[in-house]
């Protein structure tokens, strides 16, 4: 029984450790605790709109490389059923999560990207209830 809890100890020892040498930043991306935060500034300067939250960077980073999403409904077609964008072929729009940090699910904010490749965006903070367009150009067509 006594070696039960000590393994759990060191488990809980490691974790701890863990989480000292890094901390998850408000873009949402795991860095050591030393580095800089991601600022509006810096957005502006690499090309997010300003009334992204930073978690969306990584998101729009995600989209433009073809690299995995986190979440398995992300790159999944976007049916737009509200009525609240263009109308557009089926398949037309695709959504992604933006993480919201703290939150237990996936929450309520996403990008909705228009083409393939996409050549139009839309960020909702409330579950499609709005939207706002923006432009934006990855680094790769910068």
Not at 83 to 88: E, F, K, V
């Amino acid at each position: 029984m006594r070696r039960s809890h000590s393994i759990w100890l060191v488990a809980l020892i490691a974790l701890v450790a863990l989480w000292a040498l890094t901390r998850r930043a408000g873009d949402g991306e795991l860095r050591t605790a030393d580095a800089p935060p991601v600022t509006a500034q810096h957005a502006a300067q690499v090309g997010y709109p300003a009334f992204l939250p930073v978690e969306a960077h990584a998101v729009l980073d995600r989209i433009a490389s073809g690299a995995a999403h986190p979440y398995r409904q992300d790159g999944s077609e976007f049916q737009n059923r509200e009525g609240r964008l263009r109308q557009q072929p089926r398949g037309y729009y695709r959504e992604y999560t933006v993480p919201t940090p703290g939150a237990d699910t996936r929450g309520a904010r996403r990008i909705i990207a228009g083409g393939d490749p996409p050549v139009e965006y839309w960020y909702t903070a409330d579950h499609y209830q709005s939207f706002r367009r923006f432009e934006w150009a990855s680094k790769e067509t910068r």
